[in-house]
């Protein structure tokens, strides 16, 4: 039989390890979809509130963006580029290339953790995007390069649909046609548009809707 001090220490362990078992469980806790289906995109486009446009990575994080959502960039206001991809040659040879400094006062610039970038829904802005795969794609393959791995990445460029009021104009002054198409809003705002199980009830409601348009037209009919 456990005397009272026994019983009170292993009390204290057990409440001491709730904050840590909690912490656990929500790190390998699912992360919620974070997508749009196409029929909702096209209404959220319709009625003013969102725009398209495009999103470019590495097959590999496209895959788990169309899952979870754009993850943020980690690199923008208030940190130094060089430092920060070290490790990553394909965005270092882009950031020798364009000049890229980072920032402390730019608001224009991404913030790291909170934005990502985007390109405009014009054939300019899909090229800027391939752009983006390609260069995702580099740094996947470059990380794999020591693997035995027949299939490489070949990049990706995804549709998304962006909150409007989230928008703003990228830092960039290159005077190019690609760069004038990109664009920075958060993270969270630049949605994968994704058709999903949700589409059952996309085609449900484009049905009712096509259903009522009928009946009111018939109404009209009869009336005259």
């Known amino acids: 039989m456990k005397t009272y001090k026994q019983f ?6 057990r409440v001491n390890l709730r904050p840590i078992i909690k912490g656990a469980s929500n790190f390998f806790k699912k992360k919620p979809p974070r997508s749009i289906d196409p029929f909702f995109a096209n209404k959220a486009v319709e009625r003013g509130t969102m725009v398209r446009g495009f999103h470019g990575q590495s097959a590999k994080n496209i895959a788990q963006y169309k899952k979870t959502g754009v993850t943020p960039t980690v690199s923008g206001i208030r940190s130094d580029p060089m430092q920060r991809y070290k490790n990553n040659p394909a965005t270092l040879d882009w950031i020798k290339r364009t000049g890229y400094k980072g920032s402390s006062t730019n608001q224009k610039m991404a913030r790291p953790g909170i934005d990502a970038y985007f390109a405009t ?22 990380k794999l390069k020591n693997i035995l791995n027949p299939r490489k990445d070949k990049g990706e460029v995804m549709d998304v649909v962006v909150k409007k009021n989230s928008i703003r104009k990228s830092w960039k002054n290159l005077k190019t046609a690609g760069t004038e198409t990109e664009r920075i809003a958060k993270a969270q705002d630049i949605i994968p548009v994704v058709p999903g199980p949700s589409s059952r009830i996309a085609k449900y409601r484009l049905m009712q809707l096509k259903k009522t348009k009928h009946q009111n037209l018939s109404k009209k009919n009869n009336i005259a």
């Open 8 to 13: 009170n220490q292993e009390l204290n362990e």
């Open 121 to 142: 829904a014009t054939k300019e802005g899909k090229r800027q995007a391939g752009l983006y795969a390609k260069r995702g794609a580099r740094y996947q393959n470059e």
